[in-house]
Structures are given as structure tokens and as C-alpha cells.
């Protein structure tokens, strides 16, 4: 293979000596202020640091919607491609190592070699994903309507053989957990007999189960739309729980953002799922209709820090079992996707830290006393905390970028993909 463009160190050591001062004036300012609430930026710096949140292969490729999709250039071809992409946005800014690939989009003829070549770059790999909502050219039975849950046997065994196939890639490549989200619903009323579905969908996943290695977890992914608009069998949090609790320990229930109606209280769904001891994982973006996979915190940066309250809650309480896998998982339309995956791995980052400088006694002191104006007053002065120098300072130390957009920019990196990589057609990137 021909050397691919890449960006290195010592690039994004003389950009970042282009930022490195005023940064620091702006860390020792508040450095100072923490100081006076007795918080040691140092530990929010380590925190910072210390996160870790994965990027889905599928978002390095421009989405589409079901109107159109406008590629953007330079776009990865193939798996190679997408892992360098996500290589580049680790390397600048550190807290993505590891990815997560969608079968078949990303088969790979050979687990060996893919796992070699992510280790090359620093990767490694999150959780497995299987597709049953479409249909592939050579696939013999079609899911058109329904895949786990279709009433008919052999669609639900074809459906099952695949993703035991995806445990079985994820096993080589050293995956530790499985993510099901299926497209299965209806869209005429008593187009599907909803208890029967869910039957069958629990029949499935049982076999699923079965084939899952002792140390992987199996995440249930629920969504209350889309594709079938007007119902869907793992439709929220609740048959979700139900399910993971009838499967057994390693059945987890898994929240994607995008996957509740609007307006919908998820930081307590979160709570309810972390009480429950089956809070699995997690998919990051945002939205404002519902599914829409924008951008994470570009809407609404106070609700992603609200759940990220109850996440930081739990992890300082030391919650039996709590142990979320992060990931983003969002479609980019209109915007270079590196550039959104930098900017919402770091304002995941940014939420956490946020959380952590919650003063949780003082809450709780406040919750006891049921005085809920400090109660909100406590949580904003977390929220209005403006933590970038601690998230550039972080990734700085690292070894990555004070400014990762900017470096990215700087870099010409799109433009040389471009020449390496001329566009070809009926690529599978990004969510179409
Ligand atoms: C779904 C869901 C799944 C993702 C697919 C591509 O809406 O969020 O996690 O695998 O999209
Ligand atoms: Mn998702
Ligand atoms: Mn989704």
C-alpha cells in the first residue's frame, strides 16, 4: 500500500505552540477560581484525561437522509480507510481509541490483519454491531418486514446466524461486547401482533445469548421509530429492561439519545437503568425531533450534562456493576465528519468534567432540605463553569491538540484524502 497521508506529532506540537500560552493564562485563571471552591484543576485535568469515549466506524462517511445524500470528498472506501480517519481523530483528540464496527458494512476478509492494522494506529475495538435492517445483494431472505422478530422461522435464523457471525468477528478482533438494534416494527395498525413480536424477539435473542463469550456483554438498543413509523417492537427503556433482565446477566439495556420521543426525561431513564444494574451503554449525539443524530451538545448542551449528573453520580458512588461503554453515534450531512467527531468527543469530555465539578454534598444537602432554587443554582454553577482550558490542557498533555479543528484544518488532511481516495460509487458510509 502506497504511505498514506497522515498527521504527525510533531505538527500538532508547532500548532499547538501557536495557542500553548494564551491557554495556559486562561488554565491559571482558572486554576485560581477553582481554588476557591477547593477544587484542584489538576484532578479535573486527570479526569479529563482519563475518558474515554468510542467512535462509530459508520461516522467517518457523510450520512444522508431518505431524501438525499450529498458525499462529501476524500470519504473512506473501505474499513482500512475508515480506521485511518478514526486514527487521525484520536490522534488529535485522544479520548477515542477505540471503534466500533457495523457487520457487514465493515466485514473484513481478514480479522488478523484488521486488528493488526488498528493496533498500528493505536485502536482498538468497541463494540460489535449487527445490520438486519436492510438487505444485502447476496442475501438470501429479505427483512423487509422484520428481521428477529419476523414471523417467519427461517428469516428469524438468518437473522441470528448473522449476528452470531458479528460475535464471532468481534471475538477475533477482541470485542468485548455485542450491540443489537433492529429496524422490526410496523406501519399499519395490526400490521404485527405486538405480543407475539416481542416473543419471538426474546426466542431470538436467547439463541443470541447463548453464543456470547462469558466476559462479552450483550447491549439491547431500543427506539421508539424508524424505520417503522408506527411501531416498534423494542420501542423504549422499559421493554428494553424487561428484555435484558429475561436474557440474564450479560444482557444490557443500551441509551441512544436520538431514541426517545421529544421532551422525554432521559437523564431519569439513565437513573432508573443505573438503579436497575442494567445501564450498558450508551450512543451519544443529539437531536430536536427525534433520531435526527446531530451533533452532541449542539442543541441541548444542558441536558447531555444532566445525564451526564446521574452518570458521574453513579461512578463516584461506585455503583455495583456500573460500567457504561461511551460512544458517539451520529450521522454528518453538512459537515466534515472528522471535524464533528473532534468536536463532540470533546463536548462529551467537556460534559463530564462539568459533572464531576458538581458539589454533590452540597446537593444533597440542599435535596434533603427540599430547597430545589439551590438545588438548580448548584448544578448550573457546574454547568456554567467554563471548562475548555482544563479539555485543551488534557489533550495537550496527552499528545494531542489544543485545537483539534483547527489543527485538522491546518493539516490539509481532507484535501490530501481526496487525492488518495477518488470517490467510487455504491460505498457503504455513513447512515443512509
Ligand atoms: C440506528 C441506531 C443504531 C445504528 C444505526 C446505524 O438508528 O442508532 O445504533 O447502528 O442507526
Ligand atoms: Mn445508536
Ligand atoms: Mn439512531
Known sequence: MAKHFEIHDDFVAEQNKKSEAWNKEDFDHLARKLERSNVDIEDLVATAQAFRVAVPSWGVGTGGTRFARFPGVGEPRNIFEKLEDCGTIFKLVRSTPAVSLHIPWDKPDSTTELREFAADLGLHFDAMNSNTFQDQPEQELSYRFGSLTHPDQAIRNQAIEHNIECIEIGRSLGSRAHTVWIGDGGNFPGQQHFRKALERYLESMGQIYQALPDDWRLFIEHKFYEPAFYSTVINDWGVSYYCARELGPKAFCLVDLGHHAPNVNIEMIVARLIQFGRLGGFHFND?????????????????LFLIFNELVDAELGRVPGFNPAYML??????????????????????????????????LSEVQEKSDPLMALATLKQAFTTDVTPILAMARERSGGAIDPIATYRASGYRKHKAEERPSVLGVAVGIV
Open 287 to 303: 437531536s430536536k425531533y427525534g433520531d435526527d443524530d446531530l451533533d452532541a451538545g449542539s442543541i441541548k448542551p444542558f441536558q
Open 329 to 362: 453515534d451520529q450521522s454528518h450531512n453538512v459537515t466534515d465528519p472528522l471535524e464533528s467527531l473532534m468536536m463532540s468527543a470533546s463536548e462529551v469530555v467537556r460534559a463530564y468534567v462539568q459533572a464531576h465539578l458538581v458539589n454533590r454534598r452540597l
